[in-house]
Every structure is written in C-alpha cells, then in structure tokens.
C-alpha cells in the first residue's frame, strides 16, 4: 500500500526541541517531493517548505526559513521536521505530503504548553 | 508569492443541489509551455488529512466521484459539486503549483448542508 505514515502526537513546554517523522512506502521514496503543511488550530493549511529526499534539497516558505529545518533520510525512506527551541505559536498539526499534496500522511499534533 | 482567494468563506446548501467554490490567484497559473493549469483542490473533513481531489484545474482523481468538477484558467477558478451529499461536507482549498515546489493554499471554504 502507498502511505506516508507519520509519528505520534507530541507535547513539548516552551523552548523544548522536537523532531517528527514521516515515512513513505509502497513507492519509490526518492522519486517525489515531501512537503510538510501546518494546520493551527481552527485554521486553513500553510505550506512550510518541501524536501527532495534524494539529495536532500530542501525549499522553505519565507514564513518558515529559519524557524524549522527539514531533513531527510533516504535509507529509511523517512522525511523529518524539526523545531530547536519551540514557541507556544507552534502548536498545530504537521502535515506530510507527497509532491504538490497526492498523497498525505495522517498528520502529527504538537502541542507546546507551560 | 502567489495568492489564493476563495470565496464564499463558507456555503450552505440543501442536499441534492449545487454548490460551487470560486478560487481567485493573484497572478496567471497557467503554463504557456504545455497549456496547463497548476490548479488543485483538496477536501478536509474534520480530523483527517487533506484529501487531493482535482489537479491541472479540471482532472478528477482516480476514485473521486464525478459529482466533482473543476473549471476555469489563468486566474480565475471554480470547484463545483452536482447533486450534494451529506457525506460532502467538509472543508475545501483551492491549491497554486505553479510555483514549484512552493505552494500556497486559500483560505478554505466551508461547505454545510442547509
């Protein structure tokens, strides 16, 4: 089956790092774009910035460039976000998708609270 | 950056009818290189994924039911649902690509049964 299957739910305080995963299967993982998309709570869907996971080529959206990195590991077929010191305006689901958004993982929910 | 601009932000219509979702991007979405139209759009139903409906403006999905259509060029969009169904509601997003591979979302339109 083709999927894209993403961690669990994470809850981090302030300043904490954090690292979510998103791994593919069922298709050539290397061949497509992981995109990851941020949905606050109650809100529409903000494309973060895409990772070409053969050569770890990475694109971000001015509004993330610098508060997220994106990483990949093709050998395990599984894309990462990570936040090194998390703000409470971070809380929202994570999603991963694969090229412009033909296939998603199920989303990841962080939420960072004192 | 390209903007997306969907209207309504929300609709209400009686099962049966039509409903239809205009999207509006601040620039020309369309490649003269092959003549086609970066356009998607995503349905979101609460507590899931994003889920790809429509791509080069008017190709349906494998697998999405032909109720769905979508229409338009350049700049100006239409999603439209013929003949609505309880289980339709959800949350829609017209989606630009034509700046790969960043993307952007509208605001989303929320669809409700009247």
């Known amino acids: 089956e083709v999927q894209l299957v993403q961690s669990g739910a994470e809850v981090k305080k302030p300043g904490d790092s954090l690292k979510i995963s998103c791994k593919g299967s069922?298709?050539?993982?290397?061949?497509?774009?992981i995109g990851w998309v941020r949905q606050m709570p109650g809100k529409g869907l903000e494309w973060m910035g895409i990772i070409y996971p053969d050569d770890s080529d990475t694109t971000y959206s001015p509004s993330f460039e610098g508060l997220v990195k994106m990483s990949a590991d093709k050998s395990i077929s599984t894309a990462y976000l990570q936040w090194s010191s998390l703000k409470a305006s971070d809380t929202a689901v994570y999603y991963c998708?694969?090229?412009?958004?033909?296939?998603w993982g199920q989303g990841t929910m962080v939420t960072v609270s004192s | 950056d390209i903007v997306m601009t969907q209207s309504p932000d929300s609709l209400a219509v009686s099962l049966g009818e039509r409903a239809t979702i205009n999207c509006k991007s601040s620039?020309?979405?369309?490649?003269?290189?092959?003549?086609?139209?970066?356009l998607a759009w995503f349905q979101q139903k609460p507590g899931q994924p994003p889920k790809l409906l429509i791509s080069?403006?008017?190709t349906r999905k494998s697998g999405v039911p032909d109720r769905f259509s979508g229409s338009g060029s350049g700049t100006d969009f239409t999603l439209t649902i013929s003949g609505l169904q309880a289980e339709d509601v959800a949350v829609y997003y017209c989606?630009?690509?034509?700046?790969?591979?960043?993307?952007?979302f509208g605001q989303g339109t929320k669809l409700e049964i009247k």
């Open positions: 620039q020309s979405v369309l490649y003269s290189s092959n003549n086609q139209n970066y």
């Open positions: 080069s403006a008017s």
């Open positions: 989606q630009q690509y034509y700046t790969t591979p960043l993307f952007s």
């Open positions: 998708a694969r090229g412009m958004g033909d296939l």
């Open positions: 069922g298709y050539t993982f290397t061949n497509y774009w």
